[in-house]
C-alpha cells in the first residue's frame, strides 16, 4: 500500500538558517508524484512544490527546493534563510491512483506533518 | 488565483444533528475532496468527486455522505453528527488532467459536536 512517512513530529531552526524536513515514500507505482503543502496556525493549506517521478532534476521553487532521491523513497523538502513567517506545520503527500476517468483523479495520500518553530 | 470556499470557518452542532458543510470552487476544476484532519493524524480522505453526480468513497467514509449537484459544489453531509465527528475538515479541488496538478484548499471548517 502506498504510504508518506513523516519521522520529525517538530523542529526548531534559527532565522535565518536552512532547514530540512524529511519524507520518505513507499509506493510500487512507477509514475507518481510528490507534493508539499504549509499550514499556518490560521489553518489555510498551502501549495508550496512538486516533484514529478519522472522529473530528471530536483524540483525548486524559491526559497524551496526538493531533495528527491528516487532510489532511498525520499522527498525532503530544504527551507534556505528561513524566516519566522515559516513556522508553520508542514505535509509532504503523494499523488496515488489510477489516471482513468479520462484523466488524474489527483487523489493524495498526507503525511502526519512536522511542526517547524523558526527561533529569531 | 484559485477560489475554494468553504462556508463556515466554525460550526458547533448537536449530537444526532443532520450536518452540511458547503464547498465552492471558482476554477472549473473537475476534481473535488473533503478531508479531515486531526492531531497527529494528518489529513485523511473522506470522499472525492471527479465529476458532477460523481462520488467515490476515500479512507474513512463511515458516517458520512456527499452530494455534487454542479461542478461547483461539493457538500459533506454529517446524516447523525456524532462526537467523534469533532475535527477540522478541508475541501480541495484540483483540475482532472495533469499529474502535477496541486489540490487547492479552503481555509477548514472547525467542527464540534456536543
Known amino acids: 500500500a502506498q504510504k508518506i512517512t513523516q519521522t520529525q513530529p517538530g523542529m526548531f531552526v534559527q532565522e535565518k538558517e536552512a532547514v530540512t524536513l524529511d519524507c520518505t515514500y513507499d509506493?510500487?507505482?512507477?509514475?507518481?508524484?510528490l507534493f508539499w503543502y504549509k499550514q499556518p496556525s490560521s489553518g489555510e493549506m498551502i501549495f508550496l512544490i512538486y516533484?514529478?517521478?519522472?522529473?530528471?532534476q530536483n524540483a525548486t521553487e524559491g526559497r524551496y527546493s526538493l531533495n528527491f532521491q528516487k532510489a532511498r523513497k525520499s522527498a525532503n523538502l530544504v527551507i534556505s534563510a528561513s524566516q519566522l513567517g515559516d513556522s508553520a506545520m508542514y505535509f509532504c503527500?503523494?499523488?496515488?491512483?489510477?489516471?482513468?476517468?479520462?484523466?488524474?483523479?489527483?487523489?493524495?495520500?498526507f503525511g502526519t506533518g512536522t511542526l517547524l518553530a523558526v527561533q529569531p | 488565483d484559485v477560489k475554494v470556499t468553504q462556508s463556515s470557518r466554525y460550526l458547533v452542532k448537536r449530537t444526532g444533528e443532520k450536518v452540511f458543510l458547503e464547498c465552492v470552487q471558482d476554477?472549473?476544476?473537475?476534481?473535488m475532496f473533503w478531508y479531515r484532519q486531526d492531531p497527529g493524524l494528518g489529513l485523511r480522505l473522506i470522499y472525492f468527486?471527479?465529476?458532477?453526480?460523481?462520488?467515490e468513497k476515500g479512507d474513512i467514509p463511515e458516517g458520512y455522505s456527499v452530494s455534487r449537484e454542479k461542478k461547483e459544489r461539493f457538500s459533506l453531509i454529517l446524516e447523525s453528527a456524532s462526537t467523534n465527528q469533532t475535527s477540522m475538515y478541508l475541501c480541495?479541488?484540483?483540475?482532472?488532467?495533469?499529474?502535477?496538478?496541486?489540490?487547492?484548499f479552503g481555509d477548514g471548517t472547525r467542527l464540534s459536536i456536543l
Open positions: 480541495a479541488s484540483s483540475l482532472g488532467q495533469g499529474s502535477n496538478q496541486p489540490q487547492h
Open positions: 509506493t510500487s507505482d512507477p509514475s507518481y508524484g
Open positions: 516533484q514529478g517521478s519522472y522529473d530528471q
Open positions: 503527500a503523494m499523488r496515488e491512483g489510477p489516471r482513468g476517468y479520462g484523466g488524474a483523479t489527483n487523489k493524495l495520500i
Open positions: 476554477m472549473d476544476h473537475e476534481n
Open positions: 468527486s471527479y465529476d458532477v453526480k460523481m462520488k
